[in-house]
């Protein structure tokens, strides 16, 4: 993130000084001012800052007479210095600059036009002759000039207000939240109440109720755009333009804002202290430059001593940039600027003014403005989010307390309505509406997870009750997550069930106990639940440890009359003390429930324990860790790519380009600071691309249009700018925030707009040629780039989406080979005893088995999941050439069943792992010949498929597949992967067999019968999860071409 709107160079009314033939309407405005002390007005502008309550309008540079396309709408300006008294070496183009110019090209009579090392700094700074008469008569104070005081008093204000507004808000949000929460309502039936926060009149006033996620984005949205039109008004109201005359731009600022403003509060909070950091670092490197070389190349020219070091230091500067592995939004912004710096110092006809060292800043000085500019974006940015009229706090953990408690209420409502239809005669519609809820909840879990990251750090910094709220939550989002598993697993199972007699007369025994458990259950999820969002268990209220206590002993009784009434139902309807062929998905349904039982009893006691499992990393440990990724290396790939694209830019643009880029330009080398492609992000880099030139382009001819058609130097025309603002940048944030697609060019037309909406009606038309060159300086940082990207073939998605798969995929498969203890080289299972091969396999024969413990492999397939759909999401944005297009339908299908399989996986591990006959099920599942035989044509199967899923992924034309003949054939010619009646049957007696019946139990997860059903019946979901994925594969065209080749010449 962070702005993709390169700064280049700063606007051309940067500046201090105010022009002859100023309208009397300034005059009179500012009379007030004049009269006002030096220290009086700093001590001003710094309240100005720190409260956000006023804008800087840029000045114009000298519009001359006589010309008509730069005629204001009033009378032309008259200028400061007839021509003869300007330089010659200031004769060339001011061309537009990105936020930091008014939109004028300024030429003299005489058609030679004026430049400023291409910055066009003309307006708000001063020259390097001012700037050395200000630097004698400034005050100082311990050394240092007073305008550095103000400086640091600035941006350390500016920290400080972000950090104690957030951590401020954030505890008034997430206080108010469980204030409304612990008012738990009980319908007639007993059961809790979906909880429904109120909403903000904001979001009700944009019909949360009809569209939650409209309204959500359009209160972000609104937060935004109404700032922006307030900081628009010195722009448009004569009465504030004395605001303008302190270096710095609010342009800038209003950019800022459109690129720090995402999501939720703490996403803007780190955004805007990159954007900061990613400001600070080049703005100190030019205050060290022009330290050692005050005039920079000016007095030397080329190939001097000033001009070779400035390369040096640039030189160094960038390579550091790119070498190390800097967060995104930093090497962005510090790259651009020092592009812009640096070909200022490199520039002998540049006479901008720099502050030369840090103990002589001066806030006219160039590099100060864009500093002072940031620092008033990212307050601005931070603050509307925390408070808001009529809105509330927008942050991520408090959206992480709604989700949480929502989640638990609607994984307790899903049980009660699948015991419901379970329990009943027939397969009701309503398991497919199950299904759809099901779904809901997961993309609810995916939500909380992501609330729960680096965003909600930002927002308590791991300090205080904010911080256990945090680690709370994400332990409860753990536990969430392990359940929702089950419950997954238990409606895919209702799927499958065919209702029969033996199944309508044992749900109709333990349906009461079975209702019973779940409703205390639910009820117990939902308290603690509410304890993890408030941090804690508290004495009062529906966290009282006494309430929960006596809660967990109700679960804990239910689950002994569950598991009582189950064994003897069993019996009577069985009449087996073990699981049967046709009890199979009755089993793994009564075993779900129960482990929901026991999960939330775990979660439960966890928070009585009052104590904390995730890790805290204070600030100093986020800093110091930070310290340490940066210094990684990005890799060569990166570098060399990134590094060809930015210095063939800045070369262009140092040398100019014809009559299209005039010299010293830094705009195309800092544009291309926000174009480098991550390793494996090829395709969104492409759209990106495009989608910049879209952006600006279109947000530069609709600014400069609306600007020519509502702006007028009238009453009207005041209310009509600051309108057009407002509306605009309402609907240019709102595209940001909802779209996918074009959510870039949403932020571009509201950066670019902004640019050239916020000009005053006395500065003159906006020209149109600062419109082209913009777009001209676009496309060349596009150009650069992208020769960057073909010398350095970037990683294809495709190719990473695969691999990444594929490692899912080993995971998956060495689990099952553990599980089941396949790889059998040696004597497998028995240690000590040489005649044990004598005794009979019965309980004592497995005790002395020395089986490896089940190993968990859901976070790593987890892992690989997540990092192969971000991937999959790239792949068809990329450019494939001469390649056939990304396989999308196929690569959906392979990755959905991969997932599944492992989910599977992970729901057999847990199984086992809660039992408490200490493993002896499993062990007799190890040694059970048709179970080791099943599990190895599983696992056989599926490595053959998801290999052959991997080669047709990357597979990149349409001849056919280059496969073995002999596999694709025995592939086609093998039977669909099932679990027959007759080996059900078998693994049933071969592992039932060598076990106790229990005569008592304290929960069906610990019944040896439940967790054999639980395992075959996850088998059975994996072999149909590589059935579709085989299938899915032998549809493919290429795989169809290949088998017909073989055939015609076999002919």
Known sequence: FGSSLGPGRLPSTFGSHRQEGTPSSQLEAAYWTSSMSSSSKRVLIIAVVLLSAASVEANRPCVPKGDPKLVSKLDALACDAPESEVPASHL?????????????????????????????????????????????????????????????????????????????????????????????????????????????????????????????????ASRVAVTSAVLSLPYFVPSLAWMNDYGFSLQYSVVIICFTVYQDLGTTLSLAWYNFAGTVLPVLNALFM????????????????????????????????????????????????????????????????????????????????????TVIGCVLSVVPLCLWPLGTTLCALGQAQELAVEVAWSEGNLWKHMIKNYTGKERSVIVDKLLGECLANKHRLDALAGCLGANSWWECFDLGRTARIRAQLSESCKKLVFMHDWLRSAVRTMFDEEFEDHHDELMEIVAPQLTKLSDLTSRLLYRTTLAAAEGGVTPLGSTDPDVLITDVKKVVEAQEELATAFLSARRKVYGSNNVTTDSISEHFFVAALSLYGQYTTQFAEYMLNNETTIDQTGILGALWSGLKDMCAFTGWGFTLRSSIGFFLAFFVGYHGLADIITPYNGTPAGTTAYLMASDGAAGSAIMKNIARFQGTAGGSLLGQLIWGTVVWCSVWGTIGGVASMLIFEYFAMFLYFSSANFGYVGVLLGAYGAEHLMISCQSGDDSTSNVYSVMQEQMLAIVAVTIGDLLIGNTSPGVAAAQTFFSMTETIQQGLQDFFCLNRTQEVLLVGDGDIKRKSSNKSYYSFAAIKDVEFHRDSILGDYSMAKFIGHEAPLEPRWYRTAWRETLWNSVISNAFGAGSALSVMEYAVWEGASKGLARRSMIVSSTMEATAKR???????VFLLAQKMLTHENEMALPISAAVTDKMMGESSLKISDEDAKLIIEEVMGTLEAPDRLGALAEDDACQLAVVIQMLRNTMANVNDIQDKLFCQPELLAAKGNRRVKSA
């Not at 183009?93 to 300024?106: H, I, K, L, M, N």
């Not at 009980?186 to 996620?213: A, C, H, M, W």
């Not at 599983?938 to 053959?944: C, G, N």
Request: net charge neutral; aromatic share 12%.
């Open 92 to 220: 060339m183009q001011v061309s537009s600059q990105v936020f930091y110019r008014t939109g004028s090209e300024v030429k003299f009579a005489g058609g030679k036009p004026l430049n400023n090392s291409d910055s066009g700094l003309q307006g708000k700074t001063v020259s390097a002759a001012e700037g050395e008469e200000k630097l004698k008569s400034t005050n100082r104070w311990l050394g240092f000039t007073v305008d550095f005081w103000i400086l640091l008093a600035v941006c350390i204000g500016g920290c400080v207000v972000c950090a104690a507004f957030t951590i401020l808000a954030v505890n008034i949000a997430t206080a108010n939240r469980i204030a409304f929460f612990q008012q738990v309502v009980f319908d007639e039936d007993g059961k809790i109440q979906k909880p429904v926060l109120p909403r903000s009149t904001v979001q009700r006033l944009f019909r949360y109720d009809l569209n939650p996620l409209f309204a959500v984005r359009s209160d972000m």
């Open 290 to 373: 022009y330290g050692m070389y005050p005039e920079g190349s000016t007095d030397g020219g080329e190939w001097s001593a000033a001009w070779w070091f400035g390369m040096v230091d640039f030189l160094i500067v960038i390579i550091l940039l790119m070498v190390m592995k800097w967060p995104v939004g930093i090497r962005m912004f510090a790259v651009s600027w020092q592009a812009y710096f640096s070909m200022c110092f490199l520039n002998p006809g540049d006479t901008t003014h720099y502050s030369p060292g840090i103990t002589n800043i001066l806030l006219e000085g160039a590099a100060v403005g864009p500093l002072v500019g």
């Open 938 to 944: 599983l696992t056989d199967r599926a490595s053959k």
